[in-house]
C-alpha cells in the first residue's frame, strides 16, 4: 500500500517563506505525477503545483513566481518552496501522488494533510 508522509508546515508571517516536502513510500510502479493541492477555509481542495515524472509542470496562476516543485523520481519525494507568502496562502496543504500503471488505470493517493498559516 502506498504512503504519503507530508512534512513541514507551520505558523509564517506574510512574506515569509516556507518548506513543504512529502515522501512515498510502498510499491509505485509506472509513469506517475506528485504535487501539492490545498483547502482554505470554507474553499473547495485546489491544485497548487503538479509535475508529472518527465519534468513537466502546473501551478496555479496564484503562485506563480512565488512558489516552486520540485522532485526526486528516485526517492519518490516531492518538495514545495513556498516564498512571498500571503495570508491567502493560508490553508491545509496535502500532498498527491498519481499512478498510471497502465493506459487507462489512474491511482491516486493522498497525504494527511499540514497546516500552513501566513499572518502576522
Known amino acids: 500500500q502506498v504512503q504519503l508522509v507530508e512534512s513541514g508546515g507551520g505558523l509564517v508571517q506574510p512574506g515569509g517563506s516556507l518548506r513543504l516536502s512529502c515522501a512515498a513510500s510502498?510499491?509505485?510502479?509506472?509513469?506517475?505525477?506528485m504535487g501539492w493541492y490545498r483547502q482554505g477555509p470554507e474553499k473547495q481542495r485546489e491544485l497548487v503545483a503538479r509535475?508529472?515524472?518527465?519534468?513537466?509542470?502546473n501551478y496555479a496562476d496564484s503562485v506563480k513566481g512565488r512558489f516552486t516543485i520540485s522532485r526526486d523520481n528516485a526517492k519518490n519525494t516531492v518538495t514545495l518552496q513556498m516564498n512571498s507568502l500571503k495570508p491567502e496562502d493560508t490553508a491545509v496543504y496535502y500532498c498527491?501522488?498519481?499512478?498510471?500503471?497502465?493506459?487507462?488505470?489512474?491511482?491516486?493517493?493522498w497525504g494527511q494533510g499540514t497546516q500552513v498559516t501566513v499572518s502576522s
Open positions: 510502498g510499491s509505485i510502479s509506472g509513469p506517475s505525477a
Open positions: 509535475m508529472d515524472s518527465g519534468g513537466s509542470t
Open positions: 498527491n501522488l498519481e499512478v498510471f500503471p497502465w493506459v487507462g488505470r489512474r491511482d491516486n493517493y
